[in-house]
């Protein structure tokens, strides 16, 4: 059973910065894609950004250019960077994994852009 941890959310001022980390437990082996996704209230969780074990990134058109994706595959953890942050980059934000075709999520974490 693979666990994902979140950390980083919480409070900034538009046009801040935040980082997200996700690490992942409970597996011996690298982790297939990693990502990250978020759900603002009242509306469907979306994708953010994903990232292969390769390196191999994507993004939402919403957040490119200002927000980046990285990954350790030897901690088995993944980082969200974010930058420029705008009031409806508020949201709770869930990490995602896909370890032998099955999808693991973390319970997410708070980020509340303000001006």
């Known amino acids: 059973q693979v666990q994902l941890v979140e950390s980083g959310g919480g409070s900034v001022q538009t046009r801040g910065s935040l980082r997200l980390s996700c690490a992942a437990s409970?597996?011996?082996?690298?982790?297939?894609?990693m990502g990250w996704h978020r759900q603002a209230p009242g509306k469907q969780r979306e994708l953010v950004a994903t990232?292969?074990?390769?390196?191999?990134?994507n993004y939402a058109d919403s957040i490119k250019g200002r927000f980046t994706i990285s990954r350790d595959n030897a901690k088995n953890t993944v980082y969200l960077q974010m930058n420029s942050l705008k009031f409806e980059d508020t949201a709770v934000y869930y990490c995602?994994?896909?370890?032998?075709?099955?999808?693991?999520w973390g319970k997410g974490t708070l980020v509340t852009v303000s001006s």
């Open positions: 995602r994994a896909v370890y032998y075709n099955t999808d693991y």
């Open positions: 409970g597996t011996d082996f690298s982790i297939g894609i």
């Open positions: 990232i292969t074990r390769g390196g191999s990134t």
